[in-house]
């Protein structure tokens, strides 16, 4: 179900063993970095379950779902469309107008796998690159969020974790939680 003003990260294609990390680090990603939501498509179960396992020992709120129809999905999205890709507009050209639409409602950001078909490029609302240069998904909607954001994200606060990452110098260091913290 779709909530006022959320940012949901849509992983557009996966293919089963060759995708299976990144499929999993988009939605890592789309987590720390202040997304409410990610959406797969229904063949990337495994990494669903990872982000899942992540989010109840590290905390939310982020949920992870799986679509076997991600394109009505994008065909009936109440709120504006950004499309990452090497091919679009400059962020840093854009970010301002799709920070504005996010205060107005909520934002749809499309990362592909393999090859994106080109009427996704035509349904985007904003076709953004993060530098027009090849890297990755991971990549781009990292920057992308944290642009959009402002970097805000980096001070986000978890809810219902079990345990705790303590910042130090050097080392590892992690504690366990109060649940309700
Ligand atoms: N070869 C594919 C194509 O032609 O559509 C793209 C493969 S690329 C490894 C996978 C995804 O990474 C793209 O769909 C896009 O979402 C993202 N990506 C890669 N480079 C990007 C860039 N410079 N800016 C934004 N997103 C990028």
Not at 22 to 38: F, I, N, P, Q, Y
Not at 90 to 119: C, M, N, W, Y
Request: hydrophobic share 35%; glycine share 10%; charged share 30%.
């Amino acid at each position: 179900m779709q909530k006022e003003s959320e940012v949901v990260v849509c992983r557009l294609g996966h293919r089963p063993g060759r995708d299976e990390r990144m499929t999993t680090h988009v939605g890592l990603t789309a987590r720390a970095l202040g997304a409410d939501r990610v959406i797969f498509p229904d063949n990337a179960g495994q990494s669903a379950e990872t982000v899942e396992d992540i989010t109840a020992r590290f905390g939310g709120p982020f949920s992870v779902e799986c679509s076997g129809s991600q394109n009505a999905l994008i065909r009936d999205w109440n709120g504006k469309i950004v499309h990452l890709t090497m091919y679009g507009e400059r962020v840093q050209d854009v970010e301002e107008g799709i920070r504005t639409a996010h205060r107005e409602g909520s934002l749809l950001v499309i990362v592909g796998g393999e090859k994106v078909p080109f009427e996704i490029y035509e349904h985007a609302d904003w076709n953004v690159g993060v530098t027009n240069q090849p890297h990755s998904e991971v990549a781009g909607l990292a920057v992308f969020l944290d642009r959009l954001f402002c970097g805000r994200e980096l001070d986000r606060e978890w809810e219902n974790a079990d345990r705790r990452v303590v910042p130090m110098e050097t080392g590892k260091r992690v504690e366990p939680t109060d649940c309700d913290e």
